[in-house]
């Protein structure tokens, strides 16, 4: 994963699943560190860039949420075999988290509530916008090869800034050290 010796920088991508996008706001929380960081990497995809396709090739993919739609399986999968390396980013990707609090009740009952018991106009459930959802709420690891796993809800900007620097360096971040007390 070394950068050092290469000419051409990282391709980094962000990818968003079933989640509440607080893992892009703890990465946005680099602040000026995010500067450093782009000297190393090219964001290729991302909810915060205007890429809509997912490229051939990316070196580096932090991914954020759970597996909960039909689309976040297609997406994972398709993430997991463009990439090099792929980072299970918070506790919703890693373990399925708050989205994953739908399980006991169903995908059903949920469209149910949402749609039609708590609608005051147009009271019906959404079928071309809204992806079909799975019968259970899943982390992404269940779906494919994760190569490494940033717990925290959400992971603090110190440690994006630690794992990546350690990556683009070619080391192993030390994922225990960075996670204990908020490092």
């Not at 398709?78 to 995908?107: E, Q, W, Y």
């Amino acid at each position: 994963m070394s950068n050092s010796d290469l000419k051409t920088k990282l391709k980094l991508a962000t990818v968003w699943l079933d989640g509440c996008s607080g893992c892009h706001m703890s990465f946005l929380d680099l602040d000026e560190r995010i500067l450093e960081i782009a000297e190393y990497v090219d964001l290729v995809y991302s909810p915060i860039v205007d890429a809509k396709i997912y490229p051939g090739e990316v070196d580096l993919a932090l991914v954020e949420g759970a597996v909960a739609s039909v689309d976040d399986e297609l997406k994972i999968k398709k993430v997991r075999a463009h990439t090099k390396f792929l980072i299970a980013m918070g506790d919703c990707a890693v373990t399925a988290n708050v989205p994953s609090m739908r399980n006991p009740i169903g995908p059903q009952a949920i469209l149910k509530r949402a749609y039609l018991e708590n609608a005051s106009l147009q009271q019906q459930i959404p079928t071309i916008v809204v992806p079909k959802l799975l019968k259970v709420v899943r982390p992404i690891h269940e779906f494919v090869k994760v190569d490494l796993y940033l717990p925290g809800c959400p992971p603090s900007a110190d440690t994006f800034y630690k794992t990546l620097k350690a990556l683009i360096a070619g080391e192993t971040p030390d994922i225990s050290a960075m996670t204990r007390f908020g490092a």
